[in-house]
Each structure stands twice: as structure tokens, then as C-alpha cells.
């Protein structure tokens, strides 16, 4: 007759990480098996009845004990070597269907769908699936870029972001742009409310009732808007905003002004008001690079929180609601928040020359610091919590 085990000796770190996998709703079964057996042993409970509670063999549970006495949780659960479940799918047709979802297409079709793999290939929908999820393959999904052919594209960038980085002393840093042919949709009938259980709902069709052009200037160091709408968007507008700027921006601090290449901005008249105001300092963005000027993404905001599901019977009702938007992004202002880190910049610590490789513009240069530029309800960044002026004072 055979003596019973001694109790599995655990320290208290051990037990509770078995504890922790054994209530895990997410870990492989057969991890949190092993955990409430070791469990078990370390309370006494003998080899045979261990067994049995987790339907497996008294031999099976001398092993894990033996296993966890020699390595502690170090590789806990990992299947050893020759052991454990065989692959059903056969490697060389997983081969094959990684190579033909990455170097073919369909005849007749754009790209390979779950249904014409499985039959080219001889293997089920939801193996296809399973196979494309876990190597990341997304054949029905394509990514838009563009690339801009400004040939000071490196050193506008480099520009455009030092002064989100480092602004200078005693001037404001406004990001410029408009906001065009916004439009004040009426619903032809009333929606109705949102109830437990349903969304509200929106009529399909509209009647529309004017558009309306906002010129904004977002202050980058508070995150408060200067807006005003207007009914087009010609350089005579430009103007009038810019003058509106001049009048709110405090005497005495220079401004520096972000905008794109739009043909307004860059008008003879507004080039000589701003030679004639010489506290004014125009930074273009790149060509095709508008996304860098950070009002854009207030753009965003504004569309998605106060534009797309209003219902506008007139165009007044559109500018009211575009004006009350401003206010209240200006009494809780979201400020620029700015993460210097330069992640795996392969150029750092380099000096480009001339004739150099040039930035790759979707992974290089001051881009990947522009990733991490977002604006957020948080603490204001460095540049904005000193002694610098607000353009809009609460």
C-alpha cells in the first residue's frame, strides 16, 4: 500500500499567481486545470482524489507536481517538445495560402475573400479566416496615403513642428484654416429620441438651407479657438479674419500663424497685410500636408460633436450652434499635448547631406514625433503652464 504524498510546498508568491490562473476566464483550460490541481496538492488533498476532481490520471498529477518542484512557474503550462495537439491544416498549405493572398488576386476580382480562397485551396471558410487573423492578413482592407512633392518638404515639417515643440518667448502660435460649405441640413421629419434598447433615428433625406464658411485659429500653448463664420471663403474673408486676430491677439507679442497653401492664403493682398504687420509670421505647411496643421483636427471634433447629427432649419441655427461650440471649447480648453520622444528615428544623431536618401514621410524624420501630438483633456504641456499670454482670456 502506497503512502500518500506530502503536501506541495508554495510560497506565497507561488500561491497566489496559482490562484490568479486558476480564476482566469481567459488562460487555456488545461493551464487553469494544472494551477487547481497544484492548489489542491498544496493542501494536503492526495494524488488519487486529485485526480479525479480534474478528471485526469493520479500519474499525470505526480508529473506536474515533480515538474513544479524541479522548475517552480517557469514555463508553467507550456506543452513540451513532440507533445500536445497535431496541426490539422498540413504547413505547405498554409504556405500556400499566405503566398497567394500576398502575390495574386482572383480572376476577375481585386482581392481574395474567405469564400475564393477556401476553394482554390481546398480548405474551409473559417480555416481560410483563422489563418489570414493570426499572420495579421487583411486582404479586404487598403491604406490611403499621400505623398507630397513639396521639395522643402523636410524643412516646412522641421518648422511647422519646433514650433509646437519649443514656441518662442512672448508670441502666440495660432494653427489658421477654414472649415468650407458647412452645411445647415434641416431633416424632413423629426427623428425620434434615443430609449433603452434603441439608437435615435434620422431621417435619410434633407433639405438643405445654406452653407456657411468658419475661419478658425486654434491657440496651440491653451487650446482656445478664435472663430468667426462667414458667408465664402475668399482672400477678402481671409483678410477679415486676420484683422480679427490682430484685434484679439494682445499688443505687444508676435503671432505666428500655421496654414496650408491654399491659394487664399498666399493672395497678394494678404501678403502685403502681412508685410505691413510685421508682428505677423506665416509658417506653410507642406503641400498635401494639411493634416499637420493641428485645426484640423479640431475640424474633426467640431463635425463629429455639433455639425453631423444637428438638425438646422435655417442657416442661422448652424452658425448659433457652430458659435455655442466654440464657447464651451473655450471654457475647458483641451491644450496641445506634445511627446518628445523620437521613436527609432533612423536618422538620429546623423547629419543629412546633400544628395541623402530623403525622409520617408510616413515613418521618418519629425513625422513620427507628429504621431504623438494629439489633443487631450489633460495637464497642460510645459510651454503653456509658464508665464506665456493667452489670446482669449476667460
Known sequence: ??????????????????????????????????ALALLDAADGVANEEN????????????????????????????????????PSIPQAVIDRIVTLTTTSRPEGRTHWSCSSMARETGVSRSTVN??????????????????????RFDEKV???VGLYVDPPEHAV???VDEKSQIQALDRTQPGLPMVPGRAGTMTHDYKRNGTTTLFAALDVATGRVIGECMGRHRHDEYLRFLRTIDRTVPAGLDVHVIADNYATHKHAAVRAWIGAHPRFHVHYTPTSSSWLNQVEHWFGDLERDAIRRGVFPSLESLVDSINRYIEANNRNPPPLHVDRQRRDHPHQGQTRQRGAQPLNQKRDGPLVLMRHCRRRHRAMPHHAADDRHSILMP
Do not use: Y
Request: aromatic share 6%.
Open 51 to 86: 485526480a479525479r476532481r480534474r478528471g485526469v490520471r493520479a500519474n499525470t498529477v505526480r508529473v506536474w507536481r515533480r515538474e513544479f518542484a524541479e522548475r517552480g512557474l517557469e514555463g508553467f503550462g507550456a506543452v513540451a517538445p513532440g507533445r500536445g495537439r497535431r
Open 1 to 34: 500500500m502506497s503512502h500518500a504524498a506530502p503536501a506541495l510546498e508554495l510560497t506565497n508568491a507561488q500561491r497566489d499567481e496559482l490562484l490568479r490562473i486558476s480564476r482566469s476566464q481567459t488562460l487555456p483550460h488545461r493551464q487553469v486545470r494544472r
Open 130 to 151: 483563422r489563418i489570414w487573423r493570426e499572420l495579421g492578413l487583411k486582404p479586404h482592407l487598403t491604406d490611403s496615403f499621400k505623398v507630397s512633392n513639396d521639395p
Open 173 to 175: 502660435v495660432l494653427c
Open 158 to 160: 522641421a518648422d511647422v
